[in-house]
């Protein structure tokens, strides 16, 4: 797989992952601030970019979205 593939598709993984716990946060009457999604989207690339294989994987994707709720919250 190539590099850029590879990257495309920890991007989209990063940006699920985000809106997942975006989500999830807002359904538990969280506040989500623009800022917030995107700092979590910034700390899930890198993650989502290793994990990103030639098909997608629940695991791989709950595990980016494990990541990525703790960032949110942290």
Known sequence: MSRAVRTARGAFGALVAT???ATSHALAGGAVTPIAVIATALFALP???LLAG???SLWRLSL???VA???YHW
């Open 47 to 49: 993650l989502c970019v």
């Open 54 to 56: 030639r098909v997608g």
């Open 69 to 71: 709720q703790f960032v």
């Open 64 to 66: 980016a979205v494990i």
């Open 19 to 21: 809106l997942l716990a």
